[in-house]
């Protein structure tokens, strides 16, 4: 079955500075990659997302990328701000197989000092 | 609308004991899921639903039970509870028609001790 990876587990910078959250996924077959943001004590919300046709999508802020090659997706926040502080989960999922379900990664603990 | 709405929102269980976790969607999706997050780690699936009277076991199904018999409500049942089902629970629903966004309730906090 499919397994993610997430790295780095913790990251701290400083406001105004970029980070990068990575993710690597095992099903070649995974087609489907969310972002989730997770805030002290709430539940998680979808903040972006790329399927496997496209290499990069952005929303402002935030952008995805995708190396369908090296079976990797990475997470970037550019001019952090305090409020981007919480857990990011990547999630991996294959539509149309028979275990299509979101395979979560363990989370990335972003804190933005202000 | 309410979306996912969740309750209890906290519940601590003595060793043994049953619960049913109530979950309810108002946004007419036919697809429904119950994840668990322990500390530090990503949501585990334990149960999904493809619509009214369909279910089916996710990654860590055991010690959980689940029934969809409408399209609206999605409930968990633990039945003897133990410790190691101390988590957070959230339960997700997803119309799986052009967006596969899934949108979650505001969770569940059980203790079993």
């Known amino acids: 079955g499919e397994n993610v990876e997430q790295h780095p587990s913790t990251l701290s910078v400083q406001e105004g500075d970029s980070a990068v959250i990575k993710c690597t996924y095992s099903?070649?077959?995974?087609?489907?990659f969310p972002w989730y943001k997770q805030e002290l004590g709430k539940r998680p919300q979808l903040i972006i997302d790329i399927r496997s046709n496209v290499g990069e999508k952005k929303d402002q802020r935030i952008a995805v990328t995708l190396n369908k090659t090296a079976k990797h997706f990475s997470l970037h926040i550019t001019e952090t701000q305090p409020e981007d502080s919480a857990v990011y989960f990547c999630?991996?999922?294959?539509?149309?197989?028979?275990?299509?379900?979101?395979?979560f990664g363990k989370g990335t603990k972003l804190s933005v000092k202000p | 609308n309410a979306g996912v709405t969740q309750t209890p929102k906290f519940r601590i269980l003595k060793i043994g004991q049953s619960m049913t976790l109530q979950c309810t969607q108002d946004m007419n999706h036919n697809y429904m899921y119950w994840y668990r997050q322990d500390p530090g780690m990503g949501l585990k699936l334990i149960y999904y639903s493809v619509g009214a009277g369909i279910t089916d076991k996710g990654e860590v199904p055991n010690g959980y039970n689940v029934s969809r018999s409408t399209t609206e409500d999605f409930p968990l049942r633990l039945e003897l509870a133990a410790p190691s089902q101390t988590s957070v629970y959230f339960c997700?629903?997803?119309?799986?028609?052009?967006?596969?966004?899934?949108?979650f309730g505001p969770g569940t906090r059980l203790t079993v001790t």
């Open positions: 099903d070649s077959a995974s087609n489907y």
């Open positions: 997700a629903s997803s119309y799986e028609r052009g967006s596969y966004e899934q949108y």
């Open positions: 999630a991996a999922r294959n539509y149309g197989g028979s275990q299509g379900n979101l395979i």
